[in-house]
């Protein structure tokens, strides 16, 4: 297929990862073009060059009508799987209740839990497809996917199946991330040191069959006020290391706990959330390979002093971390699966320029899944994964925030969405 006529063809090809000014490198070819054969990219040029191309002899053309086309969205951080909604929880937060106190009552994550509990494989699969259709329709062609509202080792263990069954039976890319460190289950919760026992039922059991079967990609721990301490989280994820699954963390969103150190000083592919980082924490991260991702959806979705304690993307960005996006897709603190709303966000609230964003939600986001060899840019050799946009120029999606200006979305090589 030679893929025409798009206005702006926003490549990223260049440094991976991308830090500091190179973040800004979008390497845009205006009235650029591609060519797709089995499911790669074998040719990126300008529609003038790729015309004269070898492989575009017989191929078919596809006219995108001046439109702006991205890679396709990186959305490391989602929590896809989850049982029910919780707007009623959205209710209580707007009347003042914050998160914790929300969780401390008996809703939050655990609430969510007992609704997995009680659900069966097919229900969750089929609860999971409908939201892929629509990351499919905003752009998002790669996700990473966390357990963590089973907390048993049953349904974890089903909750990581359902992710397995669904990476092959859709078209998206599904990154399986092992989350049973979320928060200490109810049944845990009564004696002094439950904490300790879940997390020895984590390490001794949980992790081994995880492991064995082969269900996940990463192991992340809530590491946070309210969750696993930095020595929980460290036996956790070194246990899980040991199994060959490496690490990701939700750290510091609540509080100022020590995760960040943890994930650098552990190798963390991603330290996520960061709201509260100091700039040791900034400094610790710039010199490693940790990629510091921000889910600016939770800050709008909580409110309140959230709205305002955003992370510090322009001081990390700065110091030379590696920074991605995401959107923490969850139904407690982050209920989106717009990548373009979160670009929108990053730039108002994270003060990140849209071409920032844009590196930080695929390029960036890639490396931190350890997948940028074949996604997260428009170079030959890589999969041919790709959104267009109803825009002339790529700043206009985050600018028309809350509108989705996605009209046509590709995955190695197939259009799995279009609306043109
Ligand atoms: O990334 N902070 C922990 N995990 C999720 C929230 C999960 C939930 O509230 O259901 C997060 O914000
Ligand atoms: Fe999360």
């Known amino acids: 297929v030679l893929i025409e ?35 790669m990219i074998a040719a990126v040029g300008t529609r003038k060059e790729l015309r004269r191309h070898g492989f575009a002899r017989g191929a078919r053309r596809m006219d995108l009508g001046g439109r702006v086309v991205l890679p396709g969205f990186v959305d490391s951080h989602t929590h896809l799987v989850f049982a029910a909604c919780r707007a009623d929880e959205y209710e209580k937060k707007i009347a ?13 994550i655990v609430s969510s839990v007992a609704k997995l509990r009680a659900a069966s494989a097919k229900e969750l699969r089929a609860r999971a497809l409908g939201f892929l259709r629509r990351f499919a329709e905003h752009g998002t062609t790669t996700l990473e996917a966390k357990s963590g509202y089973g907390l048993d080792t049953k349904s974890e263990l089903m909750t990581l199946a359902v992710n397995r069954e669904l990476a092959q039976s859709q078209p998206l890319e599904i990154v399986s991330t092992f989350l049973g460190a979320h928060v200490v289950p109810p049944e845990f919760r009564g004696e002094e040191n439950g904490a300790d026992e879940y997390v020895s039922l984590i390490c001794k059991e949980m992790l081994p069959k995880i492991a064995a079967k082969k269900l ?69 991260l710039a010199g490693s390979n940790t990629v510091a991702t921000l889910l600016p959806g939770c800050s709008l979705h909580l409110g309140g002093e959230h709205a305002t304690h955003c992370a510090p993307a322009r001081k990390l960005i700065e110091a030379g971390t590696i920074v991605a996006l995401a ?81 046509m979305t590709m995955k190695r090589g197939k259009v799995i969405y279009s609306r043109y």
């Open 5 to 39: 006529n798009c206005a702006e063809l926003v490549t990223l090809r260049g440094a991976v990862p991308r830090r500091g000014r190179e973040l800004a490198e979008l390497e845009i070819i205006r009235d650029g073009a591609l060519i797709v054969r089995g499911g």
């Open 96 to 108: 003042g209740a914050s998160y914790e106190e929300i969780a401390r009552a008996g809703g939050g």
């Open 216 to 284: 996940a990609d990463f192991c992340d721990v809530f590491c946070d006020r309210g969750a696993f301490t930095v020595a929980q989280a460290r036996k956790v994820l070194e246990t899980a290391q040991k199994l060959g699954m490496p690490s990701r963390l939700h750290a510091e969103q609540l509080a100022h706990t020590g995760a960040t150190k943890l994930a650098v000083e552990l190798g963390a592919a991603s330290a996520d959330h960061l709201e509260q980082i100091d700039d040791a924490d900034i400094q610790a």
């Open 327 to 407: 959107t923490d897709f969850n139904p407690g603190t982050s209920p989106t699966l717009s990548m373009s709303m979160i670009l929108s966000l990053a730039c108002s609230h994270l003060r990140m320029t849209p071409a920032e964003a844009i590196a930080a939600a695929t390029i960036n986001a890639a490396y931190s899944l350890q997948r940028a060899d074949h996604i997260g840019s428009l170079e030959v050799g890589k999969s041919a994964d790709l959104a267009a946009f109803d825009v002339a120029d790529y700043r206009e999606i985050p600018y028309y925030f809350g509108v989705n200006l996605c009209s």
